[in-house]
């Protein structure tokens, strides 16, 4: 593929069926809030003829990718505007749009990402919880990286780091039944140290 075009194969659109057990499945309607269950995994069927690809907005970031892998990519993705013609469920995304990938079990972030662990807020006085645990808008935890953007400095996050970063980013994907806020590294405002200091 030209550009940072990766093609890839989906199961089906929506993923709108629920295994509830004993044989019995729960099928939703998609209709209220599609977002919610288009289709966000993949396999990937074609990949840039290129290491480092060219982002729509000039900067360059790596192609990781080999035909075979799983990967993870924004929701507008299953769009019958990036469908093949003459094809059913092949669609076509920049590489820019893919957060992670499944090689051999493992999971890598891809193109710039880090995949959050979202924190837990616990209400609680002494030792009685007010409420359930939410989780934060603005706070989490460092679970995979990617590599940085070309001539970009590495961020000097390691996983498990806690970080905050502005709540307009907590967009949440169930990522191999996982939820993570899914973020560029460049978005990431800071990293909270044990004493409670900020950098």
Same mark, same amino acid.
């Given at each position: ?62 192609? #990781? ?27 076509? +995304?920049? +590489? ?64 498990? #780091? ?9 967009? =949440?994907? =169930? ?13 990431? =405002? ?10």
């Amino acid at each position: 593929m030209i550009g940072q075009t990766v093609v890839v194969r989906v199961d089906k659109k929506y993923q709108d069926e629920v295994d509830i057990g004993n044989g019995k499945t729960l099928f939703i309607d998609v209709s209220y809030t599609p977002e919610h269950y288009v289709t966000i995994k993949g396999e990937v069927v074609a990949i840039p003829n290129s290491k480092w690809c060219k982002k729509t907005d000039g900067s360059f970031i790596k192609n #990781d990718l080999y035909v075979g892998d799983t990967v993870y990519f924004n929701y507008l993705t299953v769009d019958p505007t990036n469908l093949i013609e003459g094809e059913e469920d092949l669609y076509t +995304l920049d +590489l820019e749009m893919i957060f992670c990938f499944v090689r051999g079990g493992r999971l890598t972030a891809t193109s710039n990402y880090a995949l959050i662990e979202p924190k837990e807020n616990i209400e609680k006085k002494g030792s009685i919880y007010l409420s359930a645990p939410k989780l934060s808008k603005n706070l989490g935890f460092v679970k995979y990286l990617s590599t940085p953007k070309k001539n970009f400095e590495k961020t000097g996050l390691l996983p498990g #780091d806690e970080v905050w970063f502005h709540e307009m980013y907590a967009f =949440e994907n =169930e990522i191999e039944e996982k939820k993570y806020y899914v973020m560029e590294q460049t978005v990431i =405002e800071g990293k909270i140290f044990e004493d409670g200091g900020t950098i």
